[in-house]
């Protein structure tokens, strides 16, 4: 039970390129990082990620099905330009499944020959109650690497070392994984805090990711705006995959 199976759509050379885990973390953040990496990478849907665990949905998206959970790749790549795959799904696992999903993901990444995985979501940070909020809105990102060479690669964006805490979700499994298995493994993380969007904690992480990765100088302040469009949209469509799949679902719960 459990099992996870990736099914070839699109034969594409994915060797070198970095994955990007798009499964639902505290709020929308990690969902907002994938969609809008898609749309500005103009990227195609290259295979399916499949269970028995799954909820049986079918995402319509410009009249075509699309599986409940995603990968997608850049199609044409110029020289120099970085290769990109991008996990994508509008469900929130259960516990039970995010083992499988998380390993099946480094499975991928290692038989691809993909040279990092990064895990984007959302940190939810309690203040005492003498410790003032930050009236200007900034929110930090935080980062962690499952190896040296990861955490060497975190120095190149603006990102704060995640010293103590617990990491949970595909993302904790994810770098627990990359530690034992020796594969590059990144999460950023961004405060996510009840004044502050969730669409801007995701701006800013998919400028962390700009930073280390694709290097196209993206300015956050447009990003906040289409990550806001992007929120909005999702919000509409997790609640639709979770009414669409209610009982038919017993280890898949809805996104809340």
Do not use: W
Request: hydrophobic share 45%.
């Amino acid at each position: 039970m459990g099992n996870i199976n990736i099914f070839e759509l699109k034969k594409t050379d994915l060797r070198n390129a970095v994955v990007i885990d798009g499964f639902p973390s505290v709020g929308l953040v990690s969902s907002i990082v994938a969609s809008y990496m898609i749309a500005l990478l103009k990227m195609e849907y290259i295979a399916v990620m499949d269970s028995d665990m799954f909820p049986t949905v079918s995402l319509i998206k410009n009249s075509e099905p699309l599986g409940p959970a995603r990968i997608y790749a850049r199609p044409h790549l110029k020289e120099g330009e970085q290769q990109i795959v991008v996990f994508s799904t509008e469900l929130q696992p259960s516990g039970a499944l995010l083992r499988p999903l998380g390993t099946a993901m480094i499975d991928f990444a290692i038989e691809q020959k993909c040279r990092l995985v990064i895990s984007a979501g959302g940190l939810i940070v309690e203040r005492g109650e003498e410790e003032p909020e930050d009236s200007s809105g900034e929110v930090a990102v935080y980062g962690i690497g499952s190896t040296e060479a990861a955490q060497e690669l975190l120095k190149s964006a603006d990102a704060e070392p995640f010293i103590e805490g617990v990491i949970s979700g595909t993302a904790g499994v994810l770098l627990n994984e990359g530690t034992r298995r020796g594969v590059d493994v990144v999460t950023l993380l961004a405060e996510a805090r009840p004044d502050v969007a969730d669409a801007r904690a995701a701006a800013l992480i998919l400028a962390a990711i700009d930073q280390m990765v694709l290097h196209l100088n993206l300015n956050v302040e447009p990003l906040c705006k289409e990550a806001e469009r992007l929120e909005a949209q999702l919000k509409v469509l997790h609640r639709d995959a979770e009414k669409k799949s209610d009982g038919q679902r017993p280890d898949l719960a809805g996104y809340h």
